[in-house]
């Protein structure tokens, strides 16, 4: 999968948050200082080359829509992190968090939770002699 901008990935943030959405449209959800409406064309017809969104004409306007789901971008993204600095491993990743003191015991223990949760097919363990 190609990756996006900062600049691209602002404006799929626009097109998932919005839904389908004219160029207007899109430049009305960006933050201020709001790119000029040239600027936002092109970085959606990018988008478009890429892959990631599509398009339906309405005569000379083009209405703009998302083609990868937030979380299909999210779940790569995510990945490729992971394989590049953190050598594939998620344990290795996770430890990251927690030594530099962004992950508390608290965290650790939801997400133990909800591996347990997602894994329903693993016996529980007893932890009583």
Known sequence: MKTLTKAEEQIMQALWELGPSFVKDIITFLPEPQPHYNTVSTLVKILVDKGFAGYKAF???????????????????????????????????????????????????????????SNPTEPPKNDAP
């Open 59 to 117: 005569g000379k306007s083009h209405q703009y829509h998302a083609l990868i789901s937030k979380d299909e971008y999210s779940s790569r993204t995510v990945k490729n992190l992971v394989k590049g600095y953190f050598g594939g491993s998620f344990s290795n990743l996770v430890s990251f968090f927690v030594k530099e003191k962004n992950m508390s015991v608290s965290d650790l223990q939801q997400l133990l939770d909800e591996i347990k949760e």
